[in-house]
């Protein structure tokens, strides 16, 4: 019974926090949603941030093992050599992708996530922050292995701009709808586009960039000096 409540109160505050925003949904809202009393949330969780903590936790440290587990199955099987960057696109991107089209919670956790990435609160970053910790450390080195000719700053722009891809793709389609008439009933066809998408980005050509001179701190005249 503990365990249910518990799990109700987490679906309850995911569901509430992809809806109004983290800071916008009270812990009375939560309750009510969950049909659960405020004793119930200090029982299993003490606080709001130890709620959202756990919130994030129960399905973000899943998703990221998951990665971890498909970069280590390609590296195993490149035996060195450095992997194609579409393999490592599928093993980041890839498994968030079809954890969005997972009707079982993913999906909604998928939109907490991405509203997250847009409107991150200090508390929120931090704690993101230590979570991908380990996993942004191997895919970086993997990607600056798989690709030696893209410099490192600007590789980081280009994982910055997939990132914000992917909020947006599992965000949902309303706005894309302004656009026309869409069919968003098959996530295997979000899968195919967004993943070439990426792939694309990631291999566009490096940008001309025209870098700033410094500007040069005007000197004083001297004064003269007296005959």
Known sequence: METDTRIRILDAAERL??????????????????????????????????????????????????RIAALSAFEAEAKGQPLKPRQIV??????????????????????????????????????LAEEYAEVIARFKAAFFKALPDVPQEEFLWRFHFMMGALSYAISGTEALRLLGPIDDSDPEALYARLMSFLIGGLRAPLPDLVVKPVAKTARKPRAKRAA
């Open 90 to 127: 599928e093993a980041f991107f890839g498994v968030a992708i079809r954890m969005a089209a997972d009707h079982n919670g993913g999906q909604t956790f998928m939109r907490l996530l991405g509203r997250t990435y847009t409107e991150p609160t200090e508390f929120v970053r931090k704690f």
């Open 17 to 66: 926090f992809v809806m109004h925003g983290l800071d916008a949904t009270t812990l009375r809202m939560i309750t009510a949603e969950a049909q659960a009393n405020l004793a119930a949330v200090n029982y299993h969780f003490g606080s709001k941030e130890a709620l959202t903590e756990a919130v994030f936790r129960r399905r973000l440290t899943w998703l990221n093992e998951q």
